[in-house]
């Protein structure tokens, strides 16, 4: 079974602190992703990557910074918390081009910033 | 540019009914795939069907069948005998078929089954 899990399910900071959320993948996926989810909002694509060191912005990337070393693993940066980041913070892989063309997701950490 | 709309942000159903989740979508493309992702409460999202755009036979998986209009740029759910395992925010999703693998999500259907 794939797996992608994420550091931490819960997560609060302070306005002002360096977040980094880590998420970490054992299918060999070329792709991966981090997304913000908040109610009504549906899912918004922050950063992907498409290969080690690499990184494409998404919908909403202003505020977030990402870092990918190897290939497993994809981590989200929030250089500076503020309270309009608190969210539920959703990482998926994926292969690019295969058949099934579906993206696994982590279990989420929701983020709350104080 | 791509959107998907859901017009359900929520939904009932009764137990052992039939429901049906309404998304409509707008591309000029030609190739492309489309999703029901459905997000358990606390628990992963997971894919529920897939239907690629080529294909003209809707796409089932078990309870969950799917109505694919591509003229009308419609792709709803159908979710037969419901169960209460099935109580999930469902959300609607398109993709094209090129490197980058973006996946674009409606807003979500809040789906309550009521026993």
């Known amino acids: 079974d794939v797996k992608v899990t994420q550091s931490s399910r819960y997560l609060v900071k302070r306005t002002g602190e360096k977040v980094f959320l880590e998420c970490v993948q054992d299918?060999?996926?070329?792709?991966m992703f981090w997304y913000r989810q908040d109610p009504g909002l549906g899912l918004r694509l922050i950063y992907f990557?498409?290969?080690?060191?690499?990184?494409e912005k998404g919908d909403i990337p202003e505020g977030y910074s990402v870092s990918r070393e190897k290939k497993e693993r994809f981590s989200l940066i929030l250089e500076s918390a503020s309270t309009n980041q608190t969210s539920m913070y959703l990482c998926a892989s994926g292969t690019p081009g295969q058949a099934s063309y579906e993206q696994y997701f982590g279990p989420g950490t929701r983020l709350t910033v104080t | 540019a791509q959107t998907v709309t859901q017009s359900q942000p929520e939904m009932s159903v009764q137990e052992a009914e039939t429901v049906t989740l309404s998304c409509t979508y707008d591309t000029s493309e030609s190739d492309y795939y489309l999703f029901w992702y459905k997000q358990p409460p606390s628990r992963q999202m997971i894919l529920v069907i897939r239907q690629e755009a080529y294909k003209q036979q809707n796409a089932t998986e078990n309870r969950f069948s799917v109505n694919f209009q591509k003229a009308a740029k419609s792709f709803s759910l159908k979710i037969s005998d419901s169960q209460l395992g099935d109580a999930a925010m469902y959300f609607c999703?398109?993709?094209?078929?090129?490197?980058?693998?973006?996946?674009?999500f409606g807003k979500g259907t809040r789906l309550h089954i009521l026993p």
């Open positions: 999703a398109y993709g094209q078929m090129n490197r980058d693998d973006k996946i674009i």
């Open positions: 299918m060999d996926h070329e792709n």
């Open positions: 990557s498409y290969d080690v060191k690499m990184k």
